[in-house]
């Protein structure tokens, strides 16, 4: 599953969260790779993010705004914010990298979420509860909510 090349708009960012859902959650993440540009992983050091990582599973994905949350079993959160040219791919482990990879989570099931970027503007970054909340309730009003 791969999305549109240009900048996906909060339609596009929710039927992503939809098409992955039940795909992955309830998979455990075996390994995390990350390539050439570790600033996909904001100031983090990419061994550490690993390490916290893997053996994890993914309990739900949810969006605000335009940013998905990737909600792991230990009450942490994956945010990925696609930016410009960020695209979530889910592809079959043995496939060869991506153009543009920057990071690849493989998973229990020999599939591969990969995130790759050609602008290099796109981050996925590892969030305690706290930070998730903080970065929720900036982001404003939910435009697909029924509140609104």
């Known amino acids: 599953m791969t999305q549109p090349a240009s900048m996906p708009e909060l339609p596009e960012v929710e039927t992503v969260r939809q098409s992955l859902l ?3 959650v309830g ?3 075996v390994d995390l790779q990350v390539g050439d540009f570790p600033d996909v992983l904001g100031t983090e050091n990419p061994a550490a993010v690993r390490s ?3 053996g994890r599973r993914f309990q739900d ?3 605000r705004g335009k940013y998905l949350f990737f909600e792991l079993d230990d009450d942490t959160s994956l945010m990925v914010h696609l930016r410009m040219t960020g695209r ?3 592809v079959p482990s043995k496939r060869a990298e991506l153009r543009h990879q920057r990071l690849a989570m493989l998973m229990d099931n020999r599939y591969d979420l990969r995130f790759s970027d050609q602008r290099k ?3 996925v970054l590892h969030l305690h509860p706290d930070d998730a909340a903080a970065l929720d309730a900036s982001i404003g ?3 697909l909510s029924e509140s609104f």
């Open 61 to 63: 994905i949810r969006r």
């Open 88 to 90: 979530l791919s889910l």
């Open 121 to 123: 503007f796109g981050r």
């Open 22 to 24: 039940d795909r992955v």
């Open 52 to 54: 916290r990582l893997v």
């Open 141 to 143: 009003l939910e435009p």
């Open 27 to 29: 998979r455990e993440i």
